[in-house]
């Protein structure tokens, strides 16, 4: 007897070739509401944050921070007070880590604040392996006692952590800003060479110095921490998310170029900015932080994927939904990640002419795509097969959805202002 199993799934549904114009906001960035919620560990008191982005991500992160002892209150729209409250219990439980790899962020500030630490190992995810090797390397080095087992990490520096030369093999975001953190609560002179230069890691270290802590060298290769007794308070604004920013640029280009585009961090994605020249897509400055997308005919490119400054991994699948149908032949090395082309089958559902070799992605243009039944398969490819749905001929039904809400704030809400035909949908489904 055949066990069937029905379930119900939700997708977004897209209708495509409609010309988009009006305004859209770009919220807070997601990659640096995550830090600088984690920040808040370090100090006993007030902290507020604002423009705080209603992303899934970011509910997590509160829940993590509520379960730690941690008082979260909304003030106003966007706007979020953090406080210690009673007993803390530096722990990062599997329920909410397993959602959110992120979360390894909390490692950092719990073990530098109360000298021990319980994290879940965070899982895999589907762009990579995702190992955190390197941030516990650091703590070590910094005088924590380090064990896993049981799927959790158990960190101790009972005498507190050591100011150290901490020399990151290769570059990584997260791993710079959990060193960062535990740093500016040590004992003595912390050295992170290698660091990374994202605008995120700089504005967390902003944030840290309107605590007190003492750092110099954020937004170069080579960090300097000298540790403080404790921290302040403070009040702090969260970054536009360059990425979402990115994503609009490149929907806009597809779609008439009539969107204005509000919060556009400029100064972000000077890379990005120029490479969307070369495929023939021009963001004009208009006003106080806002662009306007002019695109001709587009034109075929090489893109690689590096740290910041360069090419962000985040906006690859985006841009290859869009090379999908430029001229010619583009090619895209995506060499962040072991496994972030998983879009790629997605987008030729749609009609896309792409082959995967290794680390490259070769683009054949084709004249248009066609409407199909897709699936997100990570938080920013769930963001092409949006983009790919919008300029497809005729309807496309994106699957696996969380992924997107878990990245872009109000997303149906935002492209529904700007004209697009988008909504959700559940369909049964029977598991056989
Ligand atoms: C951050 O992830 C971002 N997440 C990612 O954004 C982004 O794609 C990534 O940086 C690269 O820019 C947040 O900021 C919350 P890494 P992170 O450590 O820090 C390897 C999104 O879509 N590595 O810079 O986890 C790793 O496997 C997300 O918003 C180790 O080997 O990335 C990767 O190959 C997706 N050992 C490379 O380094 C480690 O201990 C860079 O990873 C840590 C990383």
Redesign the pocket.
């Known amino acids: 007897m055949v066990e069937t199993r029905e379930e119900i799934v939700e997708y977004l549904e897209v209708e495509g070739q409609k010309p988009l114009e009006g305004i859209v906001e770009i919220s807070g960035a997601?990659?640096?509401a995550?830090?600088d919620m984690a920040a808040v560990l370090l100090t006993d008191e007030e902290v507020i944050l604002q423009n705080v982005p209603y992303l899934l991500?970011v509910y997590t992160m509160k829940d993590l921070l509520k379960h730690a002892g941690m008082e979260v209150e909304e003030r106003d729209r966007g706007v979020f007070s953090f406080r210690l409250s009673g007993t803390p219990s530096p722990e990062a439980p599997y329920e909410l880590v397993s959602k959110?790899?992120?979360s390894?962020?909390v490692l950092g500030p719990m073990l530098a604040r109360f000298g021990r630490a319980k994290v879940s190992l965070p899982g895999g995810?589907s762009?990579?392996?995702?190992?955190?090797?390197?941030?516990?390397?650091a703590f070590e080095k910094m005088g924590a006692k380090i064990k896993v087992e049981h799927g959790y990490i158990h960190a101790y520096a009972p005498d507190g952590l050591k100011g150290a030369y901490i020399h990151f093999p290769?570059?990584?975001?997260?791993?710079?800003?959990n060193v960062l953190m535990a740093a500016v609560l040590s004992e003595g002179e912390t050295v992170i060479k290698n660091a990374?230069k994202?605008p995120?890691v700089v504005d967390l270290a902003k944030m840290l110095k309107k605590m007190g802590a003492d750092i110099q060298g954020e937004g170069t290769d080579t960090i300097r921490i000298k540790g403080v007794k404790r921290l302040n308070g403070t009040i702090h604004r969260i970054i536009p998310d360059r990425?979402e920013a990115g994503t609009f640029a490149v929907l806009s280009a597809l779609t008439g170029g009539k969107i204005v585009i509000k919060n556009y961090p400029f100064e972000y994605l000077q890379f990005v900015d120029k490479v969307l020249k070369e495929i023939g897509v021009d963001v004009i400055p208009i006003g106080e932080n806002q662009a306007v997308i002019k695109a001709g005919s587009l034109k075929p490119v090489e893109i690689e994927?590096k740290?910041?400054p360069f090419f962000?991994?985040?906006l690859q699948a985006q841009f290859m939904a869009m090379l999908s149908v430029a001229e010619g032949r583009s090619k895209i090395r995506e060499n962040?990640?072991?496994n972030?082309f998983m879009h790629v089958p997605e987008l030729k559902r749609l009609g896309a002419d792409i082959q995967v070799k290794g680390r490259d992605a070769y683009i054949k243009g084709v004249k248009k795509l066609t409407g199909a039944q897709v699936k997100a398969t990570?938080?920013?490819a769930s963001a092409s097969m949006v983009i790919a749905g919008l300029i497809a001929e005729g309807t496309t039904r994106i699957y696996d959805i969380y992924h997107l809400d878990?990245?872009y704030e109000n997303i149906d809400q935002k492209l529904k202002l700007l004209g697009a035909k988008v909504r959700r949908g559940y369909e049964e489904r029977t598991d056989l």
């Not at 762009?127 to 390397?137: A, F, M, N």
């Not at 290769?170 to 800003?177: A, F, L, P, Q, R």
């Open positions: 997601k990659n640096s995550l830090p991500d959110m790899r992120a390894i962020l995810c762009i990579g392996t995702r190992p955190v090797d390197l941030h516990l390397k290769k570059i990584t975001v997260t791993g710079t800003e990374a994202e995120e990425i994927t740290e910041y962000p991994t985040d962040i990640f072991e972030r990570d938080l920013r878990r990245g």
